[in-house]
């Protein structure tokens, strides 16, 4: 399955997780709810991203699974980096999608970010590899 779908199938979770096991890959949803957006607006620019019941489910699923891939979009990359950095001994390749982050360089080699062009939500996100995208700038 590719991370289009595996999203897709994300952000149609009420949890926002989705979780693959011919891949055993999990996926972490964006943005996609009023609650989100309190995070996005307040926990998140605060670094208190950990506290928030989204990254707490994440982090229990990862625990739980223990999954060799992990993909997020948004919001859902900032909280699949902050795993990463929790976790700095899992042998998982992240992946991350639009990240909402001010960064230079990748601080974590098991980390790929990627982001469109013209995308006003991932525009600090210096160490994603940024390509041309026709359509939503913020599309994963």
Not at 34 to 53: C, W
Not at 63 to 74: A, F, N, Q, T
Not at 86 to 110: N, Q
């Amino acid at each position: 399955m590719g991370d289009r779908i595996g999203l897709d199938l994300a952000y149609a979770q009420s949890d926002s997780l989705y979780f693959d096991t011919v891949s055993s890959t999990l996926y972490v949803a964006g943005t996609h709810s009023v609650s989100d957006v309190m995070i996005d607006l307040f926990k998140l620019p605060e670094g208190q991203l950990r506290t928030t019941e989204r990254y707490k489910l994440a982090k229990e699923a990862f625990d739980r699974i223990k999954p060799s891939g992990l993909v997020g979009h948004s919001l859902g990359a900032s909280i699949i980096s902050m795993i990463a950095e929790d976790e700095p001994h899992a042998r998982t390749v992240f992946r991350a999608y639009s990240r909402p982050a001010f960064t230079w360089t990748e601080s974590d080699p098991r980390v790929t970010s990627s982001r469109y062009y013209g995308d006003p939500i991932s525009m600090g996100d210096r160490a994603a590899t940024s390509s041309l995208h026709l359509g939503n700038p913020h599309a994963y």
